[in-house]
C-alpha cells in the first residue's frame, strides 16, 4: 500500500514541476510558436488547459493582425478613391491639350454631363478660329471704301452735337442713336434731319426734351421710323437722365441697357462715341449682312448663319482682334451701302467677290430668267 502511494506522490510531483516550466515558458520573452507546433503532447496538454490557452494567445494575435492590416487597406485605398475624382485642369478639359490622364478617362467615362457638351465646347472653339482670308477680305474691303463716298461717312451719331459741350454732346449722341434705328441716315441726320431740328429748336439736351409735349416732338422727328413710340421713349430717357445723371447719360453698358428703347446695338455705338469706352463691336444690320456673306460668323454650337446682330455680335468677337472693333461697323456699313447692297449686291466690280462664298448668288436675275406673263381672259391674243 505504501508503495502505491509513493509511487502517486512520486507522479504528482512530476505533474507539477511540468506545469511550473510551461508555465515560466508562457510568460517568457521567447515565441511560443514552437511550443505549439508541438503534436508530441496535445492530447494531454488539452486536459490540463495549458495548450488551450496557448492557442487562445496565438489566434487573439492572428486576429490582432489581421485588424491592424484591414485599416491600412482601407487608408491605401481612399486616396485612389479621390485621385479618380479630382477635377482636371481646365485647359485640358477645354481644349483637350496633351495626354490625357487616366483620371481624366474615368471621369469622362462616369460623368452626367447631358448628351451634346462636348460638341458644344468644339463649336465654341472652332468659332473662335479666325476665318480663312479674313484679314485679305478686310484689307480689299478698306481699299474700296478709302473714297469715303458712302453716307455713314458724312452722317453719323458722332457727327450729332459736334458743338455742343461734352454733356450734352452726349446726350445728342444717344438721341441720334435711338433715332437711327431703322431709319436711314439721310432721314436723320442730314442738314434738313430729325436731329438737325432737334437742335434748331433747342431740342437736344434732357432739361428741353423734359418740359416739351410729346406731339410736339413726334411732329419735329417726323418721318423717323417708329417715330411716335421714339417720341414716347425720348421722354422718359430725358427724365431717367435729369433725375439720375444730372442731364448726363449713363457711363456704363448695363444702365445704357435699361433705358427704355435702347438694345445692345445702340448702347456698344453710345460706349464707343460718347465716353470713348470700347464694350464691344457696334453690329447693325449692315454688319449682320455683310459678315454672314463672308461666312465670318456661325450660330453657336452649329455651322449655319447667325439670326440676329446679336448673335453676330457674340460670333464675331469671338476671333476679331480688338483694335478692329472700333472701325469694323463703319467701314462695314459703307461697304453695305454701296457694294454690298441687301438687294443685288454689286458682286461683279467688288474685289473680294473670289474669296466670298456667298458671291454672285444673290445677283439679280437675268431678263431670260423672268416669267413671261400670260395674257388674261379680257386680253386679246
Excluded at 37 to 65: A, C, H, L, M, P
Excluded at 71 to 88: C, D, F, N, T
Excluded at 316 to 343: A, Y
Excluded at 353 to 363: I, V
Amino acid at each position: 500500500m505504501s508503495h502505491i502511494l509513493l509511487k502517486c506522490c512520486t507522479l504528482a510531483l512530476a505533474n507539477a514541476h511540468i506545469t511550473m516550466s510551461r508555465g515560466r515558458a508562457a510568460f517568457s520573452s521567447k515565441p511560443i510558436l514552437p511550443t505549439l507546433q508541438s503534436k508530441t503532447s496535445g492530447n494531454e496538454e488539452s486536459s490540463n488547459g495549458i495548450s488551450g490557452s496557448g492557442v487562445r494567445v496565438f489566434v487573439r494575435k492572428k486576429r490582432v493582425k489581421m485588424e491592424d492590416e484591414t485599416p491600412e487597406k482601407g487608408i491605401k485605398a481612399e486616396p485612389q478613391e479621390l485621385k479618380i475624382r479630382e477635377l482636371p485642369d481646365i485647359e485640358e478639359f477645354t481644349y483637350g491639350k496633351g495626354k490625357r490622364s487616366s483620371h481624366l478617362r474615368k471621369l469622362e467615362s462616369t460623368s452626367n454631363e447631358p448628351p451634346g457638351g462636348t460638341e458644344i465646347i468644339s463649336s465654341i472653339r472652332l468659332a473662335a478660329e479666325p476665318p480663312a482670308n479674313w484679314e485679305k477680305v478686310l484689307e480689299g474691303i478698306r481699299k474700296m471704301r478709302s473714297s469715303e463716298d458712302a453716307p455713314v461717312d458724312s452722317m453719323g451719331c458722332e457727327k450729332a452735337g459736334s458743338s455742343l459741350p461734352p454733356k450734352e454732346r452726349r446726350f445728342a449722341v444717344l438721341v441720334s442713336s435711338l433715332l437711327s434705328s431703322q431709319t436711314k441716315d439721310n432721314v436723320t441726320h442730314v442738314n434738313a434731319g430729325a436731329i438737325q431740328r432737334l437742335l434748331q429748336k433747342g431740342l437736344l439736351v434732357a432739361d428741353s426734351i423734359d418740359k416739351a409735349d410729346e406731339e410736339t416732338i413726334k411732329s419735329v422727328i417726323y418721318p423717323v421710323g417708329f417715330y411716335s413710340r421714339k417720341a414716347t421713349n425720348l421722354k422718359k430717357i430725358a427724365k431717367i437722365c435729369l433725375t439720375k445723371y444730372d442731364g448726363d447719360i449713363p457711363s456704363s453698358l448695363e444702365e445704357l441697357l435699361l433705358l427704355p428703347g435702347i438694345g445692345p446695338k445702340m448702347a456698344h455705338l453710345v460706349m464707343n462715341v460718347a465716353w470713348d469706352n470700347v464694350q464691344g463691336i457696334c453690329v447693325d444690320t449692315h454688319v449682320h449682312r455683310i459678315c454672314n456673306r463672308l461666312g465670318w460668323v456661325s450660330g453657336r454650337g452649329t455651322k449655319q448663319k447667325t439670326s440676329s446682330p446679336e448673335q453676330t455680335r457674340e460670333s464675331l468677337q469671338l476671333w476679331l482682334p480688338k483694335e478692329e472693333w472700333v472701325s469694323i461697323n463703319p467701314l462695314l456699313v459703307g461697304f453695305g451701302q454701296t457694294i454690298c447692297t441687301p438687294l443685288r449686291p454689286r458682286c461683279g466690280i467688288c474685289s473680294v467677290s473670289d474669296l466670298c462664298p456667298s458671291a454672285f448668288k444673290e445677283a439679280s436675275p437675268s431678263p431670260s430668267s423672268k416669267k413671261t406673263r400670260k395674257p388674261g381672259r379680257d386680253e386679246k391674243l
